[in-house]
């Protein structure tokens, strides 16, 4: 049974294992598995799929579903199209909550303007063809000699397959892939539709200020070597702020900028206190979970 979220802190990029893609598609993806693909085929794109997505599937039928397009399938309702519903309902929650968390400075308006392009119908279509979901779909023999499959099939099938993760793994499991695949999408479109870049404010702030230029330090990273999460803060001169975590290095530099920038604008904040050690003072944005 699937497990329901116990706290809207974004532990999953601190404590668990990141997903990576396994590899990235061509424009013109292969075509889809076949009705009459033979079974070793079919099993071979599975287990491709499988270590794609960055999870063993305890059930297999769901996974086999989420795949399976109507053109196939013996009815409407052994398609992915009800996975579909769901998904897309795991996948707001997912980015409304994270971007309700780590962008605490935007107002309404600007959060449901990135949430609307985040899980857009053309982000999802991108997304499945660049992890290769599409070349693991199920389809009808009438879509699947097609050189390209359709933009609104492979966007279904991202989201029925965020709906087969959440049904097979749990919460965590589908939070930590959406985080991961939207991740970068998500931080371009609130710098652009935001206009923040917290580095280069940061900078421009400390060469005025200080006369000095902001260094990023690595204090920490988790998960295994190809999938790790970062965990790094800005200095200026001695003075240490508080870390941030990000899915790789340079995000992670952005959001340790914006608590520098942060607690400088802070009243409370003394700038010319001597930094404390790392393990006291760097406290992530993303927390980790209990």
Known sequence: MATTPESPALAALASQPAYVPAHTSPAKAPAAVAEDAPPDESDARLRRCEATLGHAFDDQQLLIQSLTHASIARTRLESNERLEFLGDAIMGTV???????????????????????????NTCARLSKELGIGECLLLGKGL???????????AASFESVVAALYLDGGWDVARMFLLKSLGPEIENIAQSTHGQNYKSQLQQLSQKDFSETPVYRLMDEKGPDHSKCFQVAAAIGEKLYPSAWGPNKKEAEQHAARNALKTLNSPESEIDEPAAAADTTATAVVEDSE
């Open 144 to 154: 699947a000699v097609h050189e390209r499959i359709p933009d609104s099939i492979l």
């Open 95 to 121: 980015v409304c909550e994270y971007l309700f968390t780590t962008y605490p400075e935007y107002a309404e308006g600007e959060l449901t303007r990135i949430k609307s392009s985040v899980v857009s119908r």
